[in-house]
């Protein structure tokens, strides 16, 4: 090819991706003057919100305060942190000298009914060892609901760039199935009745009217199909994650330096002669032996 065609070809190529870049333009200025593109929101409720990770499936709102009466999917009063969870914002860069532990749960963790996030086991366990020594820092990404799976991926998507010395999982024995008291299937109906929402679209996309245009009014699945999706998602997080996120963790700690310690908490009866679930605890002893 000669240098006089070669120009030829990248005014042509020029030419036309201004004239695609202009249309694109044209047509934003129209759909936004028409009003054709829906609003995209993010859907909420309580302290809840759908995540971006279809493992997570949903996930606590930053910097939520609530001073209500109703505790129905708010789970206590008071103010969350930056991320959402109930705990003081931690500095991402690890101080020298400090052992840092960060712990994963579910209601348990993050104090469901318990008034004051000081009297959380995570900021309790932090005071106890610092009076015994050890320079600790917790941090606790616990969220009501949650199962192992969700525990382990929130973990990778933010509990890793804290770079804990220690992953304290707090186990409930209602971990091996979904028991959220209907968190995410709220949350996922409010969606579809909705039809749009903000959790799970690019953030710089969906600023574009011609990009909700087409995505929720030109490609919108039907109702029945929407419904699908939902369903789907739902029974991704019902089923026992157990043994597979153990694997996962032992993995993700190995990259990552980080001792493991898994605390079984029991479930409370009225005699612990007659407590019928130590096979569940073995269960939990022999598949973190194993990993």
């Not at 505790?71 to 690890?94: Q, T, W």
């Amino acid at each position: 090819m000669s240098i006089g065609s070669s120009n030829l070809w990248l005014k042509k190529l020029a030419a036309s991706l201004i004239s695609v870049l202009v249309a694109l333009l044209a047509a934003e200025f129209l759909i936004r003057m028409a009003g054709a593109a829906p609003e995209v929101s993010v859907i909420r409720k309580g302290r809840f919100q759908l995540s971006r990770n279809p493992k997570i499936g949903y996930e606590p709102v930053p910097s939520l305060d609530y001073r209500g009466e109703n505790l129905s999917f708010y789970d206590y009063l008071g103010k969350s942190n930056r991320l959402g969870y109930r705990d003081l914002d931690h500095a991402v860069e690890k101080p020298p000298g400090v052992y840092r532990i960060v712990v994963l749960g579910d209601s348990i963790g993050a104090g469901l009914r318990v008034e004051r996030r000081e009297d959380l086991f995570a900021p309790v366990l932090e005071q106890l060892l610092r009076s015994r020594g050890v320079n600790a820092e917790v941090i606790n990404f616990s969220v009501s609901g949650y199962n192992t799976q969700q525990e382990v991926e929130t973990l990778k998507d933010r509990g890793l760039r804290y770079r804990p010395d220690l992953v304290l999982l707090a186990y409930s024995l209602n971990d091996r199935e979904r028991m959220d008291g209907d968190i995410l299937k709220t949350l996922l109906e409010a969606e579809r009745g909705k039809g749009t929402s903000a959790a799970r679209v690019n953030p710089y996309l969906v600023r574009s009217a011609v990009y909700r245009f087409f995505k929720y009014r030109v490609l919108a699945p039907p109702p029945a199909q929407a419904e699908a999706a939902s369903d789907r998602q739902l029974a991704a997080l019902s089923g026992d994650t157990v043994a597979g996120s153990f694997a996962e963790l032992a993995r993700v700690s190995r990259e990552n330096h980080f001792e493991v310690l898994v605390a079984v908490f029991p479930r409370l009866v009225r005699d612990f002669q007659r407590y019928r679930f130590g096979d569940q605890h073995q269960f939990v002893a022999d598949l973190s032996e194993r990993n």
